[in-house]
C-alpha cells in the first residue's frame, strides 16, 4: 500500500515557475515508478511526467518537454515536478501516481493516486 500527498501548487503568473512535490509512505516507494497526471476544468485526465524506479528513465508529455523537470530522492520518499516557463494552459489539478509498471504513460498502468494540488497560471 502506498498513500501519496502533494504539495506545491499555487497561483503563479505566465513565465513563473513551480515546484510540485509529491510525499510517499511506505516501504517500497523506490520499487514504484512515479507519475504525475493533470486534470484541467472540463477535460480529460492526461499524462504529465513519470520516473523510473531508479529515475534512470523519465517521459514527458510533448506539452511539457522542456519546461517541466520531473526527480526523485527515495531516500525521503519524495518526488518533484519542477514546472518552468509556466503557461495559462499549465492550469489544472495535478495528481501524483504509483504504478509498479518498469514504464507507465497511462493512467491504467498506476494503482495509486494522491489527492491533487491545484495549479493556477494567470495570464
Known amino acids: 500500500q502506498v498513500q501519496l500527498v502533494e504539495s506545491g501548487g499555487g497561483l503563479v503568473q505566465a513565465g513563473g515557475s513551480l515546484r510540485l512535490s509529491c510525499a510517499a509512505s511506505?516501504?517500497?516507494?523506490?520499487?514504484?515508478?512515479m507519475g504525475w497526471f493533470r486534470q484541467a476544468p472540463g477535460k480529460e485526465r492526461e499524462f504529465v511526467s513519470a520516473?523510473?524506479?531508479?529515475?534512470?528513465?523519465?517521459d514527458y508529455a510533448d506539452s511539457v518537454k522542456g519546461r517541466f523537470t520531473i526527480s526523485r530522492d527515495n531516500a525521503k520518499n519524495t518526488v518533484y515536478l519542477q514546472m518552468n516557463s509556466l503557461k495559462p494552459e499549465d492550469t489544472a489539478v495535478y495528481y501524483c501516481?504509483?504504478?509498479?509498471?518498469?514504464?507507465?504513460?497511462?493512467?491504467?498502468?498506476?494503482?495509486?493516486w494522491g489527492q491533487g494540488t491545484q495549479v493556477t497560471v494567470s495570464s
Open positions: 501516481a504509483a504504478s509498479p509498471r518498469v514504464r507507465a504513460t497511462t493512467d491504467y498502468g498506476y494503482n495509486y
Open positions: 511506505g516501504r517500497t516507494f523506490s520499487s514504484y515508478t
Open positions: 520516473i523510473s524506479w531508479t529515475g534512470a528513465i523519465t
